[in-house]
């Protein structure tokens, strides 16, 4: 069993572990934020210039260099966020579309509400994929602590085998008293 103040230096361990790995996670949120932000806002102003001149004829290549740009971009991102992007920018693209009809001072709004929403989603998904990549390895941590308590061994156990060591002491104590009366007398 662990005395209280071994459960205080763990608890101070995790603790500190705790405020690292937030100062990490963090640090991790805001830079992909604000390259998220910087990228999206890039690549619609790139798009709206694009549909002005060339809508009718580059729709789709417009949509092909936006999905190689935003590929690009998010290369060292996990899989499931690099698809979760490229689906809001091509539902994006494709509500536009659909709406452009002459109305492009009226579209700017509406496309800066859909980026905010769409914004939103890609960080309530990074929230999902974060808790998914460092939950597993908390239960990790969790698991082996439990491996080392259970190894240790239990005070009472330790209690009886210093009183059995007391007692054979006594006992080896006695009998040497014995032999050196026998020594004595013979």
């Known amino acids: 069993m662990l005395d209280e103040k071994d459960l205080q230096i763990l ?10 790995m937030m100062g990490k996670v963090t640090g991790m949120f805001e830079a992909s934020d604000e390259r998220m932000r910087q990228h999206v806002s890039e690549q619609i102003e790139g798009s709206e210039q694009r549909m002005r001149r060339h809508m009718s004829e ?8 936006m999905m190689g740009k935003v590929t690009g971009m998010f290369e060292a ?47 309530q998904s990074v929230s999902v994929l974060m808790e998914s990549k460092f939950q597993p390895q908390f239960d990790l941590l969790v698991e ?28 080896i104590r006695q009998l040497n008293q014995e032999i050196e009366n026998l020594k004595k007398a013979m």
């Open 11 to 20: 608890t101070g361990l995790f603790e500190a572990s705790e405020e690292r």
């Open 58 to 65: 580059q729709i789709e290549a417009s949509e092909d260099r």
């Open 77 to 123: 991102s996990d899989e499931r966020m690099r698809q979760h992007v490229s689906e809001q920018i091509e539902a994006s693209e494709d509500r536009m579309m659909g709406k452009v009809t002459g109305m492009f001072e009226a579209s700017d709004e509406r496309v800066e509400r859909r980026i905010e929403a769409a914004e939103q989603r890609i960080m």
């Open 144 to 171: 082996r602590q439990d491996a080392i308590l259970n190894q240790l061994t239990p005070r009472s156990e330790i209690d009886d085998m210093k009183e059995e060591i007391r007692f054979l002491k006594s006992c």
